[in-house]
């Protein structure tokens, strides 16, 4: 096992059961619902966020992990005889948690703990923290394991479909007309990253081009070349995802494994039920 140890966010959308069996921690970003304070992955899921924002018809908030909360971790690490720290946060354009991260470095002086942000989030930045492990795992040098995984995130690319805009008129980003007379219109937002930040791509009409457009973007990012790594990314909507497997699937050569991943609640309150999306490392 290496000595260095491997510490990423909930935002990465890492299932338990993947980060246990890589030795990597994930440190919660928080939900609040009222008086009510949950950690996502570990206390919440999607479904379990889902079941109570309809029940309530208002939306939690949600807060980057504490630089305490860090600092916990880092403690652990280092009690458990590791020797330095390697932390993957999701993109500081889109949270104050490398900031966090960065903060709780401070109060271990003498200490060897690299913050690195992604630029990412959701699978892409798992993506990443998943390159970096399997590099320290494999005898390379804990700046190789950097160069390797920031390599990755380069090449990653995220196409995803609202299914709804809803939630997006609760968190008071689109008026309650607008998403009223978008619902009519069954406007499908499609979303991606672009230099750290989700940014809305393009306006689909209806539900199945929504879906061909995720599939047809993902083919105009292959460009051809073969796909390295795929997952498909959705909010509480197994069935979906499925679906969509089933068209990229039909359209271009995919990997034999797609794993497919739940955007987890610290992300998946900001996009809404029914998200269904993709998300690919592009080979050289």
Not at 15 to 29: C, D, F, G, S, W
Not at 171 to 180: D, M, P, Q, Y
Request: net charge negative; charged share 20%; glycine share 6%.
């Amino acid at each position: 096992m290496s000595k260095t140890a491997i510490i990423t966010d909930t935002d990465a959308s890492l299932p338990l059961e993947l980060a246990k069996e890589r030795n990597i921690v994930q440190v919660p970003i928080m939900v609040q619902f009222g008086d009510e304070s949950f950690r996502a992955v570990y206390d919440i899921d999607d479904e379990q966020t889902f079941a109570r924002i309809d029940k309530s018809g208002k939306l939690p908030t949600t807060s980057a992990p504490s630089p305490g909360q860090f600092a916990e971790a880092y403690k652990a690490a280092f009690d458990a005889g590791c020797a330095d720290i390697l932390c993957f946060t999701v993109s500081g354009e889109v949270s104050a948690t490398y900031s966090a991260a960065l903060n709780a470095a401070d109060l271990f002086p003498g200490k060897e703990i690299t913050v690195v942000d992604t630029k990412n989030l959701t699978f892409a930045q798992g993506f990443m923290v998943l390159a970096a492990a399997k590099a320290l795992d494999e005898g390379k040098s804990k700046d190789d394991a950097i160069a390797i995984a920031l390599d990755v995130g380069a090449r990653s690319h995220l196409f995803a479909a609202l299914s709804t805009v809803k939630y997006l008129a609760m968190s008071g980003r689109v008026g309650t007309l607008a998403a009223g007379l978008a619902n009519i219109m069954n406007i499908k937002p499609i979303l991606t990253m672009r230099n750290g930040k989700l940014d809305l791509l393009e306006r689909i009409r209806t539900q199945s081009k929504a879906w061909q457009r995720v599939v047809d973007l993902t083919v105009e990012a292959a460009a051809g070349n073969p796909i390295e790594q795929m997952a498909i990314v959705h909010v509480h909507a197994p069935e979906a995802a499925k679906q969509l497997e089933a068209l990229l699937r039909a359209s271009l050569p995919c990997p034999k494994e797609i794993r497919h991943i739940a955007l987890t609640p610290g992300l998946s309150v900001h996009s809404g039920a029914g998200l269904v999306g993709s998300c690919v490392v592009i080979g050289k």
